[in-house]
């Protein structure tokens, strides 16, 4: 319970923090948005090919302006050493990891805010004809994002060229997530119920394989 | 429950760094109720050490003993009795000192959080007005005090600073100086890396001088400004 409360504490810290400079959201936003009208603009206008292909362009953006965000996240962490704070405190350090990643899911699941319409608006495909298995998929998949981005943003908190190296260590372990959610998501526009379910089945799964390997390899990882 | 720390026993510590020897079999005993001087020139193994005392550095061979009471004090006990002030004031520039120190009054558990936060900011000196404003419009020397209250908010009985002199002109560097004795005599181990032999002079009681990772000086006694210069010379160079 103080594990969970703990985090709590930390994630807060970090949205409130968010809250009053908008930085990290702006800019994640600011980018997914982007990504959606390049797309609305690079894809022939047929309605078949687009709507086999804004799966991927849902995710695809989720991923990059994802990435961003991670980097930012622990940026500030590092900024002034306070990572080293967190670690330091008496609290478990599962709590450091929970309270983080869940910030960066909130972000996360915040650019797919942005993004979804913007892509449903753009390329008039209807996203929303589903919106339960579209959140539910959203939700999962920023869930796994930053349980995955979180463990290796704070391993990496400290090495100097950790902006490349984050995305190459990342998307690999990222590629069963993204197509699981780029399945959900075809299903759904193909209306699709059983291979909705396998791949959201499928999604869960990966959050909680994540969740049990980040728990177990995160201290490791922080301490030098 | 709170199990403070008092002795220390760091017995042929030994971190690499790659092929790099950061420390050599580094032995040493701090004893609760003095301040140990850790000196040496930049790269002697100072602030690894520090960060060996402070858990968040492993060592490759060796072994640190914290002893309360009696029995070694480990894990969430042992963190709670740390407290470090850092090259960087490991506070957050977006958020106020009194939102910076509730959020380590939260995670240590304090209880009476904000009269206990009032009392440690008073007794830092950081102005009133200043409490509600955003770090990062802080001075150094502002920065400096808050970074000292975060880390006297916990009470800690194993005091570690890296460099607390830095960025404070002469007064303020005295004066934290004093801060220190007082948290010495109050029964806890304070261990100081510093290069500002004049801040810790007459006040510490403990001085180990590190030079490539071993250490070649120890010796407990009160030293002025002129002694603590002398051995500094005759044994960091």
């Known amino acids: ?224 | 429950m709170t199990s403070r720390i008092d002795r220390v026993e760091i017995s042929k510590v030994a971190k690499r760094y790659g092929t790099e020897r950061a420390l050599v079999n580094v032995s040493l005993e701090l004893r609760a109720g003095s301040m140990c001087a850790l000196l040496g020139h930049n790269g002697a193994g100072k602030t690894t050490l520090l960060g060996i005392l402070s858990t968040l550095v492993r060592q490759n061979d060796g072994k640190v003993r914290y002893v309360g009471g009696g029995t070694e004090v480990e894990g969430d006990a042992l963190r709670r009795e740390i407290g470090l002030l850092a090259h960087s004031s490991l506070c957050y520039a977006e958020l106020t000192a009194r939102e910076n120190l509730e959020l380590v009054a939260g995670l240590y558990s304090i209880e009476g959080g904000t009269s206990a936060i009032e009392a440690v900011l008073d007794r830092v000196g950081l102005d009133a007005r200043a409490r509600d404003r955003l770090a990062r419009t802080y001075s150094r020397g502002m920065l400096q005090r808050l970074s000292l209250a975060r880390a006297l908010l916990t009470r800690p009985s194993l005091v570690l600073l890296d460099e607390p002199f830095t960025g404070l002109d002469r007064g303020g560097a005295l004066a934290f100086g004093a801060e220190l004795a007082a948290l010495r005599d109050g029964g806890a181990i304070v261990v100081v890396v510093t290069h500002d032999l004049e801040a810790i002079a007459g006040r510490t009681d403990h001085v180990a001088i590190l030079r490539q990772g071993k250490l070649v000086f120890e010796e407990r006694g009160t030293y002025d400004y002129e002694q603590l210069k002398d051995i500094y010379h005759r044994h960091a160079n």
Request: aromatic share 12%; hydrophobic share 60%; with cysteine.
């Open chain 1, 1 to 224: 319970m103080s594990t969970l409360s703990h985090a709590a504490r930390i994630a807060w810290k970090d949205l409130r923090i968010e809250l009053r400079s908008r930085e990290i959201f702006y800019t994640m936003a600011f980018f997914g948005g982007l990504l959606a009208v390049v797309y609305s603009f690079v894809f022939p206008s047929n309605a078949d090919m687009i709507k086999i292909a804004v799966p991927g362009m849902l995710w695809v953006s989720i991923a990059f302006a994802g990435t961003i965000g991670l980097s930012r996240a622990f940026d500030r962490e590092r900024e002034n050493d306070t990572m080293r704070a967190l670690l330091l405190a008496p609290i478990p350090r599962l709590s450091v990891f929970l309270g983080k990643a869940c910030s960066i899911a909130v972000l996360v699941l915040g650019v797919a805010v942005v993004v979804t319409p913007m892509l449903w608006l753009l390329l008039d495909v209807h996203l929303f004809d589903d919106p339960g298995v579209l959140i539910l998929s959203l939700v999962l998949g920023s869930i796994g994002f930053a349980l995955v981005g979180s463990v290796f943003s704070a391993a990496l908190i400290k090495v100097r060229s950790r902006d490349v190296l984050l995305p190459v260590i990342l998307y690999p372990l990222l590629i069963p997530l993204f197509v699981a959610g780029t399945s959900v998501t075809a299903g759904m526009l193909a209306g699709n119920q059983p291979k909705v379910w396998y791949w959201m089945g499928f999604l869960g799964v990966y959050d909680a394989v994540f969740l049990v390997v980040s728990l177990w390899i995160f201290e490791s990882l922080v301490i030098e």
